[in-house]
């Protein structure tokens, strides 16, 4: 069994990043039970304050091999950190799941959540 990651910006379907996740099975849309900043500047960046929206993004299963390599994109953990979130299914299911923040706001503010 795999391990969920929640993402929110170039790793969704559609963007360029997503080929990382070719071979992991979509769970389906979400959003984060919690409230955290989205900025942009380009790509996204996660930030925990302030508490601005509920993020909206993917849902993904995803074996070892491949949060490695999203690890590495990321550059956790000096760039991104990634760290254990609730996000909540379509389906209203509550699920565990990793996502990346960043250490600090970069860029615009996204009030809607959505890259």
């Known amino acids: 069994m795999g391990e969920k990651l929640f993402v929110?910006?170039?790793?969704?379907?559609?963007?360029?990043?997503?080929?990382?996740l070719s071979e992991s099975e979509f769970l389906g849309k979400a959003i984060t039970k919690e409230r955290y900043a989205l900025y942009s500047d380009g790509i996204p960046f996660l930030?925990?304050?302030?508490?601005?929206?509920?993020?909206?993004?993917?849902?993904?299963?995803?074996?070892s091999e491949t949060l490695e390599s999203v690890d590495l994109l990321e550059g956790h953990?000096?760039?991104?950190?990634?760290?254990?979130?609730?996000?909540?299914?379509?389906?209203?299911?509550?699920?565990?799941a990793w996502a990346y923040f960043y250490p600090h706001p970069r860029g615009e503010l996204l009030r809607s959540g959505e890259f």
């Open 8 to 20: 929110y910006g170039t790793l969704k379907r559609g963007y360029g990043n997503h080929h990382y």
């Open 47 to 63: 930030v925990k304050e302030p508490p601005v929206s509920r993020i909206k993004g993917e849902l993904y299963e995803v074996d």
């Open 77 to 96: 953990p000096s760039v991104y950190r990634r760290e254990k979130i609730v996000v909540i299914l379509e389906d209203g299911r509550e699920v565990e």
